[in-house]
């Protein structure tokens, strides 16, 4: 009884700043017969800005000494209203002959697709750069550094 879903992020990259911007996102998904369609919905685009935060944003930091460095909201960074896209999502209805009323699991999908479609798309816009990221969070400082190691 798996869900399945489909991410499909727009983005920009400031290639000054390495600042990312996210334009559109996409999801679709099947949850089989979803028991109460308004939390299944809230699940995924509240799954999705989380997952956009695992990306771009958030991070556990320890010094050499294993002190944390982002103790608090100060420096533990989150996204906010301004960072999250509007996200448009298409629901699909497959029902799981498995279960009594069709239905499939849902809860965690937002979130466990976002980060992966997110550095696919960030890795996509810095292949004219001949640039790869390939450590999360794909921090604007990260990017901005790799492009001017670079040359780009």
């Known amino acids: 009884c798996f869900s399945f879903q489909a991410h499909v992020p ?9 600042k990312v911007k996210l334009l559109n996102y996409f999801i679709t998904h099947d949850c089989g017969t979803p028991i109460n369609p308004d ?4 699940m995924i685009i509240g799954g999705v800005a989380h997952g ?4 771009l944003y958030e991070k556990f930091e320890y010094d050499q000494d294993g002190q944390l460095l982002a103790g608090t909201f100060v420096d533990y960074l989150l996204p906010s209203a301004l960072e999250i896209p509007s996200i448009k999502d298409v629901e699909l209805c497959t029902p799981s ?14 979130y466990l697709g976002a980060p992966a479609a997110i550095a696919s798309a960030v890795n996509d816009a810095l292949e004219p ?12 400082r990260d990017i901005e550094a790799a492009l001017n190691k670079h040359g780009s």
């Open 10 to 18: 727009f983005i920009e990259i400031d290639p000054d700043t390495g």
């Open 39 to 42: 939390i299944v919905r809230g």
């Open 52 to 55: 956009i935060g695992a990306a």
């Open 97 to 110: 002959p498995m279960t009594s009323l069709g239905q499939k699991g849902s809860g965690e999908g937002g």
């Open 129 to 140: 750069y001949s640039v790869e990221i390939n450590e999360l969070p794909m921090r604007a």
